[in-house]
């Protein structure tokens, strides 16, 4: 996955990420939007043909940081997942 910044202001950042599942960055902004300072949290695909999505995020406090804490949110969702899945799920 990679990522740039598009444009930044103090309450609004706008990011291009290339490489990236779109599922992931729904689950990211899932977590953005359950947060209190989140005002907009918004995921597109640019063009089906390019691997390149857009991610827009309105926060009270600094956007970055916020996703920031949103994916490390995400990542402990996804492994308490993982391990329930396991625990559920037994594979012969």
């Keep these: ?3 740039h910044v598009v444009s930044s ?13 779109i599922g992931i960055l729904y689950i990211i902004q899932h977590e953005l939007l359950k947060a209190a ?4 949290a918004g995921v597109i695909v640019k063009h089906p ?3 390149e999505c857009w991610m827009k995020v309105g ?3 600094a956007p970055l940081a916020e996703i920031q804490k949103a ?3 995400a ?3 996804a492994a308490g997942l993982k391990d329930l ?8």
Excluded: H, Q
Excluded at 37 to 40: A, E, K, Y
Excluded at 85 to 92: A, D, G, L, Q, R
């Design 59 to 61: 926060s009270s406090s």
């Design 49 to 51: 043909l390019t691997n």
């Design 75 to 77: 990542i402990k969702t």
């Design 1 to 3: 996955m990679k990522a």
């Design 71 to 73: 994916a490390e949110s």
């Design 9 to 21: 202001e103090p309450k609004e950042v706008n990011l291009s990420i290339a490489e990236a599942d």
């Design 85 to 92: 899945f396991y625990s559920t799920v037994k594979v012969e």
């Design 37 to 40: 300072g989140t005002s907009f």
